[in-house]
């Protein structure tokens, strides 16, 4: 079930990224009228999302998966279940004009993995998260009054944590990346919803909301 939970993810974002060149194109005469006077928002942002696997997690977790599956299951007979906590982040941008908006944002995703013996009694217990603290910037397309569509590019630093019940734990540290290659903010001069998609330390597809001051 796992498995096929994850195959359907990446198929929705796969097929949601090779529709963003029609969507951008019926989009091209807005994008060159931008009507909108920025300067008359807030230009403060913090936002809050939750989604899918990103496409770092996606590929980790495969490997996790797989190999401590079949490394289990040839040596002990054991089986291995792992389960997909989340994928939340914490965005803050600030809009310098109507196009561009630095900013940084916080990525936190996890999976837990239990593995059981032939009697189904609990081996061992492992919680794996990453955390990602990323530079970002966003650009916009199309700046209307209640409608934005941007993309965008974050680089950064990310911790893996891995912990189980036998009492190790390790922390790796890696370089972080991300490329939004579109998002849509819904909503008025102060509140507003948003959906994304990403390539890289972010959720592949996320839904979230945020407020402007």
Known sequence: ?????????????????????????????????????????????????????????????LFKVVIEGVANGLANNYKTDTKFVGTYGLDYYYQVNSWLRPGAKIVYEGLTTSVYDTTNALVNHYNTSTLSVMPSVQFSYLNRKYVKLYSGIDLGVAVIFDDNKQGSSLSTTLFAFNITPIGIRVGNDRIFGLVETNIGMDALIKGGFGVRF
């Open 1 to 61: 079930m796992y498995m096929r939970t994850k195959t359907i993810t990446i198929a929705l974002a796969i097929t949601a990224l090779t529709s963003l060149p029609f969507f951008a194109l019926g989009q091209e005469q807005d994008s060159i009228i931008n009507n909108y006077d920025y300067s008359t928002e807030p230009r403060n942002e913090i936002s809050t999302s939750i989604g899918t696997p990103s496409g770092f997690g996606s590929i980790f977790d």
